[in-house]
């Protein structure tokens, strides 16, 4: 065994293994539900703010005030893409990713930039709606990697618990 240079990075000193699909999918999974708290907390906060007045019912429909519906979607990306970003930033790891042992990792080694982070961001919502096409390409691709990580240089790595002795 190959002792470990304290010069190395983690990154350079062991070859991760990249993630696959169904790993993927249940961290994103995890992920969703703490997004899915903020959304609900924050929501409540806005509505609060504009008194529920926002919405009212008109011919038997709910139309909600366009001010108010611009505000939540402004208040769901900057939320969704402000946690991923701030944990992909401190250690490359979500909840969700912890749970399933995966870590994001720029292809250069590095932790991942902020622009690399906002790439990937706003590059896999659309790789999922496609029918999940962005995702599936990882069955593809030589590397195993997903459109959204080609694009922003990064990867999914499966990293295993460390026995420490």
């Known amino acids: 065994?190959?002792?470990?240079?304290?010069?190395?990075?983690?990154?350079?000193?062991?070859?991760?293994?990249?993630?696959?699909?169904?790993?993927?999918?249940?961290?994103?999974?995890?992920?969703?539900?703490?997004?899915?708290?903020?959304?609900?907390?924050?929501?409540?906060?806005?509505?609060?703010?504009?008194?529920?007045?926002?919405?009212?019912?008109?011919?038997?429909?709910?139309?909600?005030?366009?001010?108010?519906?611009?505000?939540?979607?402004?208040?769901?990306?900057?939320?969704s893409s402000s946690f991923y970003l701030y944990f992909w930033r401190r250690g490359g790891q979500t909840l969700g990713m912890m749970s399933w042992k995966l870590k994001i990792i720029s292809k250069s080694g590095d932790p991942i930039t902020i622009r690399q982070g906002i790439i990937r961001f706003l590059c896999a919502w659309p790789s999922f709606f496609c029918l999940g096409l962005g995702y599936i390409w990882l069955y593809f691709d030589p590397e195993n990697d997903t459109v959204h990580d080609k694009l922003s240089k990064t990867f999914i790595a499966f990293v295993a618990a460390r026995t420490v002795f």
Not at 31 to 38: K, Q, R, V
Not at 53 to 63: A, D, F, R, T, Y
């Open 1 to 79: 065994m190959k002792p470990i240079d304290p010069t190395e990075s983690e990154t350079e000193a062991v070859p991760h293994e990249r993630a696959g699909l169904l790993r993927r999918m249940a961290a994103l999974l995890y992920d969703s539900f703490l997004i899915g708290a903020i959304w609900l907390i924050l929501g409540y906060v806005i509505q609060f703010m504009f008194q529920f007045k926002s919405n009212q019912v008109v011919n038997g429909i709910v139309e909600t005030d366009s001010l108010v519906n611009a505000i939540t979607f402004l208040m769901m990306l900057l939320s």
